[in-house]
Every structure is written in structure tokens, then in C-alpha cells.
């Protein structure tokens, strides 16, 4: 008889590189298959995706047969005659969120849908999207869990069954450093530690409801009255779900995942079929930053940009999508001027018709940068007077003085006209629920989204750097403007969403030594914003810090949409090309006391086959979806 050392020196062994790799491989590809062909799958595509799930590395030989008779042969015919039932199940857990998780996977599972597929089928369709997080799983699998970590038996179809199990086999295999693409091999390991047959078999039966009390004998009339009132509940429960669906553009006329078996003591009972995620507490969004309208190389050089840029847009849509919020820190144009503003426009015009084409109507939130304004002499006489802005607290007292900046704020907002004219006037920009601030470009906004309130706070961090040079370290975001544009009381303001961004142009680095520290201690505090977007380096990056057992501080710097950079090479001055942008996703979690942040960052790469923008890996630790995600506390109060 097997002990539970020799379970985990067993699996060991067997998850040798070779297979590992053979079934990660596999196990892209499937994911690849299904993000570009969500709720579309034919016969033919299923098949491969059935097939790729089976791919494994046994012996020293491709095989497929890693699930056995659970999802081949019989099983396979099954699910393959239950194809509109597939492609309305298969976008449904695509998207899903854990609170759907919770409230539909069971009911999917027994709601014969999905014959043939049991748990396994739905979870391979998890684990396929996020290998880290989700495992395969039958209920051989789940007793082996405990049989190996000593817990007690868990009931996959209990509302959060498969969320516990999820949880218990990924703390098993970081304790003991297995890949999570061997889970199964360790969980039928532990399935013949407890005396059971490892069989795969997505057929299993599921587990037994409790007993019920006996009812009490009803008479005929009224049996048949509460049985047609069943059966009217469920057809209106069948409409509304293919109204649902119908109403966040799914096919209608698709099978829908029917509801559960009722228990045999009542075949009365009703049906609800479940209904696909609305993402209640989620919003999807887009970081773009630095596309310079109107610097030399533009106009012959963004086209072959954009068009891969739409490319990559097309195939994240499906796996982040669909997109509430485009953040645009800065530097939208290269000099400011009304013109560059207009050919921004028209940029930003196919942009959002290929928005809508792939079934995304986003809005428009910006700051500006360093070069979204008309600069002004460096013997003008506001610039002479700033450039001491950090020797002297009259001079800032008197910039952010309500009632007399003595010119100051107007000259500024006189520089950044183009700007603010533009932003006024441009029709995918947010304007209500807009708070302005005090200097040009400062704003804030209050949002709710899909059932998540969003708190977006943009700051100037460019109105010091007015002429060219060096202005590392020169900078400043001073806590006034970010009081000024949340109502004089910036806590009270952002304790009103569940979780609130902050945008500047430039990284925190580029701010006065003293003045970096007024910034993290007054503006930007661990755990007040679920993220810090900014630009301006051209190079994406993302760092999470914390101190002394506190909230840590997030920070987003995006990779430049156009970026050239001129550099000292062997032969001479080159240019360093840099184009890239990010997607992703804000969730509300169960219990709203703490949101997910899941970050896709982009970049284009070049080989011989051409241009292409792609997840980045040059530098980020990316999961195999593409991304990596954190978890923020919430801020909202009641």
C-alpha cells in the first residue's frame, strides 16, 4: 500500500520536462482554439480541442489519452451532439468571474448541457484559461485531494466546491513544487492511496443530494397544479435566460446550459436554467500612452503600427474584452498644436471604429504630457519664475491660491489651451461626472460601471517641464491639485468607489526628491489606488512595493504606442523603434472587500516573419493567459 511520500516521489518521477512541456504546448494551442472561435466551435474544432486536453507524453511517445475514457470515445460523441449546448456553456466560463463560479458551475455540471463532460470538460475549459489557478477535476480527483492533504472530502457540487478545490491543489502543489500541469497525475496518485480506482471517467456520477424529509401525501389535483406551476416556471426561466443572452449580443437560438435534475422525491420542482456572466462587478480597459501625433516618421510609419496594433486588439478582445476605458497618459501629440489635435482625431476615429467592431464601446480619459502643449520662451517670465518652484513656498502658495495666482495658473492654462479645447470637444472623451482642478488637465472622475464604482483621478505632472532639457528630478505633483479636484477632501471622495486609479504623465522618479516625498506620503499613500498608470519612458514596466507589513504601491508605466528612440550606434546615430500598449480587467471579489487588478501587457516584435505585436515577455512574469494579476483592498465605505 502506497503512504503519501511515496505518492509525491511517485508523481514526481512521472512529470519528467518531456511531458510537462508536451502538455503545456498542448494545452496553448487549445486555448489559442478557443479564443478565436469563442461560441463558434464546429464539430471539426471541438474535436481538435478534445484532442489537444488529451495530448500527452507517455513512454517516450506523443499519446492521447491523458484523461482515458473521460473525454474520448463515447464521452467525445456525447458532447459533440451537444454542440450549441458547448458553444453557450464555452463563453460562459471563458468570462466567468468566481461569484458566477459559485452561483452557476454546479448547476451547469448536472444541467445536461454538456453530456459526457461531467466536471472534467468545464474544468479543463478553466484550466485551459488559466492553468495556475484552475485545475482539472472529477470527483476521483477530489477524493484523492483529501486522501493527500489531509482535509476533508470536498463535494464539487456544492456552490463553492470546485473554488475550494481549486484553492486546496494549488497550496499542495507550491508546497511541493509540482507543475500545475501535472495535478491530475498526483490527484489519481492519491485517489489509489485511498483504495479507489483512478478512473478519469467524465461520466462520473455525481454526489448524492441529502436525504429530504418525506413529504407529506398530497392529493392528485394538487400534484398536478404544482407540477404545471413547475413547468411554467420553467419556461419563463428558459425566456429570460435566452433574453439575457440575446441582450449582451450571445446567439439566442444556441442550447442553453439547461438547470439542474430536480430531487426524485419532487419532480415538480422548477428548472432555472442558468444564464450566462454579466461581469456585475467587472470593467475591462485599455492603457495607451505616448503616441507623439505629428513626429517625423508619422505619417509613413503608423499606418503599418496600426494596423498591427488592430491585429493584437482582435485577438485580446475575447480574452479581456469587452473594453469600458481607453487611459491615455499623455504626450497625445508631438508639439500641441491644433493641428496635431485634429490628425489625433482622425487617429483616434479608426480606433474606435474597430472598437466597435469587435463589440467594444469604450470611453476616453486622458492627462497630458510633456509635449501636449505650445511652448513658451525660456526667457518668458512665468517660466523664469517657475524654474524656482522648489526653493520657494510662496511661489507654490501663490500658483494653487484660490482667489489670486497672480497670473500664474492663467498663463499655464494658456499654454495647455490646445489641450483642454481638445479634450472639451472631443466625442469619446468623459465629461460627466467630471471635476476639474485648478491647474490645466487636472480632473476627476466618478464612475459606475457594470456594478463597480470607479474613482479615476488625473493630475498634471507636466505644467513645470515648459521648454527642452533634462527635467529629471525638476518635477512636481503638489496633494493640492489632487484636493482640489476631489471637493477639497480627497479621503471622504475616494472612500466613495470600490476601487480608484490615479493617472499622471510621468513616473514618480522624475519628481524633486522633495517633492517624490510629499507625493507618496500626500498623494499617492500604499493602498489608496489600485494602480498608478503613467508613461512617458517609453518602456513598459510594472513594479508593486510595500513596507513593513502595510498595503502595497502599484505602479503601471506604459510602453509607448509610437516611440522613437535616437541613440549613438556603431555606424552612427540609429533609432530604437518602441511600440506597445496595455489591456486588462478590474473585478469586484466576493464580499467586495478586495478587487482583482489582471494586467495583459503588449509589445511589438520584430522577426522574420515581420512585425507583430504580442504579449511581452521582455519584462514582465506573465501567467499563460498573457498576464499576471494582484489583489487590491477595496475603499469604498458605507
Known amino acids: 500500500m502506497l503512504d503519501r511520500h511515496q505518492v509525491l516521489l511517485q508523481t514526481r518521477a512521472q512529470l ?22 469563442l461560441g463558434k466551435l464546429d464539430e471539426a474544432g471541438l ?34 451532439g451537444a454542440l450549441d449546448g458547448v458553444n453557450a456553456a464555452v463563453p460562459a466560463l471563458w468570462r466567468a468571474d468566481d ?31 488559466d492553468p495556475m489557478r484552475f485545475p482539472p477535476a472529477t470527483t476521483t480527483m477530489a477524493r484523492g485531494l483529501a486522501a493527500i492533504d489531509g482535509g476533508p472530502p470536498i463535494a464539487l457540487g456544492r456552490p463553492t466546491g470546485y473554488l475550494d ?41 455525481e454526489e448524492a443530494p441529502a436525504a429530504a424529509p418525506a413529504p407529506e401525501p398530497a392529493r392528485p389535483t394538487a400534484g398536478r397544479n404544482a407540477t404545471t406551476a413547475g413547468r411554467n416556471a420553467t419556461t419563463a426561466g428558459r425566456n429570460a435566460t435566452t433574453a439575457g443572452l440575446a441582450d449582451r449580443g450571445l446567439d439566442a437560438s444556441a442550447k442553453l446550459p439547461r438547470s439542474p435534475r430536480p430531487p426524485e422525491d419532487d419532480p415538480s420542482a422548477p428548472r432555472p436554467a442558468p444564464s450566462t456572466p454579466a461581469r456585475p462587478a467587472s470593467l475591462g480597459w485599455l492603457h495607451l500612452t505616448d503616441l507623439h501625433q505629428g513626429m517625423g516618421g508619422t505619417s509613413w510609419l503608423w499606418p503599418n503600427v496600426m494596423t498591427a496594433l488592430f491585429d493584437d486588439l482582435a485577438r485580446l478582445h475575447d480574452v479581456c474584452g469587452p473594453w469600458d476605458l481607453v487611459l491615455f497618459t499623455g504626450d497625445l501629440t ?29 470611453r476616453l480619459i486622458t492627462v497630458p504630457g510633456n509635449h501636449d502643449l505650445t511652448r513658451p520662451s525660456d526667457l518668458d ?109 480627497a479621503p471622504e471622495w475616494l472612500q466613495r468607489h470600490h476601487i480608484n486609479l490615479l493617472l499622471t504623465h510621468h513616473p514618480p522618479e522624475w519628481l524633486h526628491p522633495q517633492a517624490r516625498q510629499e507625493f507618496r506620503h500626500e498623494v499617492d499613500p500604499a493602498g489608496r489606488f489600485a494602480a498608478h498608470f503613467f508613461g512617458h ?57 478586495q478587487a482583482r487588478v489582471r494586467v495583459f501587457p503588449r509589445r511589438m516584435f520584430t522577426s522574420a516573419g515581420g512585425r507583430r505585436i504580442d504579449r511581452d515577455v521582455s519584462a514582465y512574469h506573465l501567467d499563460e493567459r498573457g498576464s499576471f494579476a494582484y489583489e487590491v483592498p477595496t475603499a469604498r465605505r458605507a
Request: proline letters at 4%; one cysteine or more; glycine letters at 10%.
Open 99 to 129: 461569484a458566477w463560479l459559485a452561483e452557476h458551475l454546479a448547476e451547469l455540471r448536472r444541467g445536461r448541457s454538456l453530456p459526457g463532460g461531467g466536471w472534467l470538460f468545464p474544468s479543463m475549459i478553466l484550466h485551459a484559461r
Open 381 to 489: 517670465p512665468y517660466v523664469l519664475a517657475l524654474s524656482q518652484w522648489h526653493e520657494s513656498a510662496r511661489l507654490r502658495d501663490r500658483v494653487f491660491d484660490a482667489q489670486d495666482s497672480l497670473g500664474y495658473r492663467e498663463r499655464l492654462a494658456q499654454i495647455f489651451r490646445p489641450y483642454t479645447t481638445w479634450v472639451d470637444s472631443c466625442r469619446w472623451h468623459v465629461r460627466d461626472r467630471r471635476r476639474l482642478g485648478l491647474l490645466p488637465g487636472d480632473s476627476a472622475y466618478s464612475l459606475s460601471l457594470h456594478g463597480l464604482e470607479l474613482g479615476v483621478i488625473g493630475l498634471n505632472s507636466a505644467f513645470l517641464q515648459l521648454t527642452a532639457g533634462d527635467y529629471q528630478e525638476r518635477l512636481a505633483v503638489d496633494p493640492r491639485q489632487l484636493h482640489a479636484v476631489c471637493d477639497e477632501y
Open 537 to 593: 519612458m517609453h518602456e513598459g514596466t510594472a513594479t508593486s512595493t510595500a513596507h513593513g507589513g502595510g498595503h502595497a504601491r502599484h505602479a503601471l508605466q506604459g510602453a509607448s504606442l509610437f516611440g522613437l528612440e535616437e541613440h549613438d550606434g556603431p555606424g552612427g546615430r540609429a533609432v530604437t523603434r518602441l511600440h506597445g500598449f496595455s489591456a486588462g480587467r478590474f473585478e469586484l471579489l466576493p464580499g467586495a472587500a
Open 334 to 362: 508631438q508639439r500641441g498644436s491644433r493641428d496635431e489635435f485634429e490628425k489625433l482625431d482622425a487617429t483616434l476615429d479608426r480606433l474606435w471604429r474597430r472598437f466597435d467592431q469587435l463589440g467594444s464601446q469604450p
Open 165 to 205: 478545490y481549486s484553492a486546496r491543489v494549488r497550496k499542495l502543489l507550491a508546497e511541493h513544487a509540482i507543475s500545475p500541469h501535472g495535478a491530475d497525475v498526483l490527484l489519481w496518485q492519491g485517489a489509489q492511496l485511498a483504495g479507489e480506482a483512478a478512473d478519469p471517467d467524465a461520466g462520473e456520477q
Open 47 to 80: 474535436r481538435r480541442l478534445l484532442q489537444l486536453f488529451n495530448a500527452d507524453h507517455v513512454d517516450g511517445r506523443d499519446v492521447n489519452n491523458r484523461f482515458a475514457t473521460g473525454l474520448i470515445g463515447n464521452n467525445a460523441n456525447l458532447l459533440l
Open 16 to 37: 519528467h520536462p518531456e511531458r510537462i512541456a508536451r502538455r503545456e504546448g498542448a494545452l496553448a494551442r487549445a486555448r489559442e482554439l478557443i479564443e478565436g472561435s
